[in-house]
Structure formats: structure tokens, C-alpha cells
């Protein structure tokens, strides 16, 4: 298939980019097409030309979690769970950045489905930076935890116990230099446009519940606009820029080397 003929695939209709599931939908009646999943996994710039498709064709195009998997293999664990797997959680705690989402009791849910969550402002920094200093003075605290369905927070918390060491894990904390001050190493982690969105479907679908027109929305509304004028700046802050993430296992074991005599100093004290 060449770019042409994929541009007039897409303006048929959605364009399910997975053999399988485009193939069912077919059979029940729907106006789709199907992008051989081989000629996806031949182009690695695929992304990109599809994004430039969709733009100039001016239609959509479902990426199926069925796909995505078989597409990239996306990290079972991100950087952040891979130091906490790799020492456990007697030794490192982590906080996530998304949990600490504002409440809003007072909103009604079609309006709160509205917010824009990917601002700065979207998240409970105060709290935040209460648990980390409490966390440091060896108490425990309730961690929020956040009903995605529900776009507001849950009455449920998390226990998490103090600890050596203490993970932050989100792509809006170098914005917060309230945040930064409290940090002793800042790395960022720089994952390539196309994986980005690969993930945010898979996790916004299959584990919060959303539907995949809403998060095709959300990132073209404001998910890439927040990421160019926040996330991107936000880099200047870092003491360590790591590509690939979790898949990059030398900057995976320098961390846990950096981490290791971290906990030797604090076991000799």
C-alpha cells in the first residue's frame, strides 16, 4: 500500500489500523477501512504519515488496542515501577503525580468531563508537596486515588509508608518549581510522539474506562497542546534526559546503580 492509496482509503471512512477488528466491523455493516497490519509494521515512520493523513483527509483513524500492542512493545512498566520493582517497597516509595488530580465535588460530571486535565493547574500541588515533606519526615500518608470514570477523585486512598527513597512519577512535575525544589535528582523521560499516543489509548480505553472518540479529542484539544507549551519547556529542569524510557536499560541501570549507593550511604549512617 502506498501513501496515496492509504489517503484514499481514509476518506471512506474511520480506518481501523488492525486486520482483525476491521474485519468484523466490516462484516456488521460499518463504513470502515482496514490498513494491513504489515504494512504498518514495515514503516516505522508510520506515525507520522498517518497523522499527516488524518489531517489532510480529514477524517479518523482508530488505532485498536489490539493493534497497538503488536505494534510497539510498550513497557510493561515504566521507569519509574521498574526502580520500585528493582528494590522493593521498603526501599523506594513513589508517588504519582496523577492521583493528585483536584476534587471537584461541586461540579456536576458533564461539566467535569469537560477540564482540561492536562494544565498545570489540574492537579492538587499543595497536597503533593505536603505528603513528599512528610514522607521525608518518616511518617506515612494516604495517597488520593483518582476515578477516571468519574473525572473526580474517589473516597479511597493508598497507604504509602516512608522510605530511603522517594519516586515522583508524572509529565507535569517539572513544572511545579515548589516540586522541584523538594527533588534531588530530576530526570526526564523523552518518549517519541508516536509511542506517546500509542499508550495513551491503550491505558485510557482498557483501564480508565474511556471511549476511543474522547481520547482522540482529548489529545488533539489539549493533550498535545499542554504537552508543546508545558511538558516540552519543562525539560530545561531536568539534571537527566533519558530516551526510550523503560526501554532503555543502560539509563535503567545507571539509575538503579545511583539509587543502590544512595541506600548503601543510608544503611552505614
Same mark, same amino acid.
Given at each position: 500500500m502506498t501513501?496515496e492509496e492509504f489517503k484514499e /482509503?481514509v476518506? %471512506?471512512?474511520p480506518v481501523?489500523l488492525?486486520g482483525?477488528?476491521?474485519? %468484523?466491523l466490516?462484516n456488521?455493516g460499518?463504513?470502515? !477501512?482496514?490498513?494491513p497490519?504489515?504494512?504498518i509494521?514495515? *514503516?516505522? &515512520?508510520t506515525m507520522i504519515?498517518?497523522q499527516?493523513?488524518y489531517v489532510e483527509? !480529514?477524517?479518523q483513524?482508530l488505532?485498536?488496542p489490539?493493534?497497538?500492542?503488536n505494534?510497539i512493545k510498550?513497557?510493561?512498566y515504566? /521507569?519509574a515501577?521498574?526502580l520500585?520493582?528493582?528494590?522493593?517497597?521498603d526501599e523506594? =516509595?513513589?508517588?504519582? #503525580?496523577d492521583?493528585y488530580?483536584k476534587? #471537584?465535588?461541586?461540579i456536576p460530571f458533564?461539566?467535569?468531563?469537560?477540564?482540561n486535565?492536562? #494544565?498545570?493547574d489540574a492537579f492538587d500541588?499543595? /497536597?503533593?508537596? &505536603?505528603h513528599?515533606l512528610?514522607l521525608?519526615a518518616?511518617?506515612?500518608?494516604?495517597?488520593? +486515588?483518582?476515578d477516571?470514570a468519574? *473525572?473526580?477523585? =474517589?473516597d @479511597?486512598t493508598?497507604?504509602? *509508608?516512608?522510605?530511603?527513597?522517594? +519516586?515522583l512519577?508524572?509529565?507535569?512535575?517539572?513544572v511545579?518549581?515548589?516540586l522541584?525544589?523538594?527533588?534531588d535528582i530530576?530526570v526526564f +523521560?523523552d518518549?517519541?510522539?508516536?509511542v506517546?499516543?500509542?499508550?495513551?489509548?491503550?491505558?485510557?480505553v @482498557?483501564?480508565r !474506562?474511556?471511549?476511543l472518540? =474522547?481520547? +482522540?479529542? &482529548?489529545?488533539l484539544?489539549?493533550?498535545?497542546?499542554?504537552h508543546e507549551?508545558?511538558v516540552?519547556?519543562s525539560k530545561r529542569r531536568?539534571?537527566v534526559i533519558?530516551?526510550?524510557?523503560g526501554? %532503555?536499560?543502560?539509563? /535503567?541501570?545507571?539509575l538503579?546503580?545511583?539509587?543502590r549507593?544512595?541506600?548503601?550511604?543510608v544503611?552505614? &549512617?
Amino acid at each position: 500500500m502506498t501513501r496515496e492509496e492509504f489517503k484514499e /482509503l481514509v476518506k %471512506n471512512g474511520p480506518v481501523i489500523l488492525d486486520g482483525a477488528t476491521g474485519s %468484523n466491523l466490516q462484516n456488521a455493516g460499518m463504513p470502515v !477501512g482496514v490498513c494491513p497490519e504489515q504494512w504498518i509494521l514495515e *514503516h516505522p &515512520q508510520t506515525m507520522i504519515d498517518l497523522q499527516r493523513a488524518y489531517v489532510e483527509a !480529514g477524517t479518523q483513524i482508530l488505532l485498536a488496542p489490539t493493534f497497538t500492542a503488536n505494534r510497539i512493545k510498550l513497557e510493561e512498566y515504566g /521507569l519509574a515501577d521498574k526502580l520500585v520493582e528493582s528494590f522493593g517497597r521498603d526501599e523506594v =516509595s513513589i508517588l504519582r #503525580h496523577d492521583n493528585y488530580y483536584k476534587r #471537584h465535588d461541586d461540579i456536576p460530571f458533564e461539566e467535569r468531563a469537560k477540564l482540561n486535565y492536562d #494544565h498545570p493547574d489540574a492537579f492538587d500541588t499543595d /497536597l503533593l508537596c &505536603q505528603h513528599i515533606l512528610e514522607l521525608k519526615a518518616g511518617k506515612s500518608i494516604e495517597m488520593p +486515588v483518582y476515578d477516571y470514570a468519574m *473525572h473526580n477523585r =474517589s473516597d @479511597k486512598t493508598i497507604l504509602v *509508608h516512608p522510605a530511603p527513597v522517594i +519516586v515522583l512519577e508524572g509529565i507535569l512535575l517539572f513544572v511545579e518549581k515548589d516540586l522541584c525544589d523538594l527533588m534531588d535528582i530530576k530526570v526526564f +523521560v523523552d518518549t517519541d510522539a508516536d509511542v506517546r499516543i500509542l499508550r495513551r489509548i491503550l491505558r485510557d480505553v @482498557k483501564e480508565r !474506562g474511556r471511549s476511543l472518540d =474522547s481520547v +482522540v479529542t &482529548q489529545y488533539l484539544t489539549t493533550v498535545k497542546p499542554m504537552h508543546e507549551q508545558f511538558v516540552e519547556p519543562s525539560k530545561r529542569r531536568a539534571d537527566v534526559i533519558i530516551p526510550e524510557g523503560g526501554q %532503555n536499560t543502560v539509563a /535503567l541501570e545507571m539509575l538503579i546503580e545511583r539509587v543502590r549507593k544512595h541506600l548503601n550511604l543510608v544503611q552505614n &549512617q
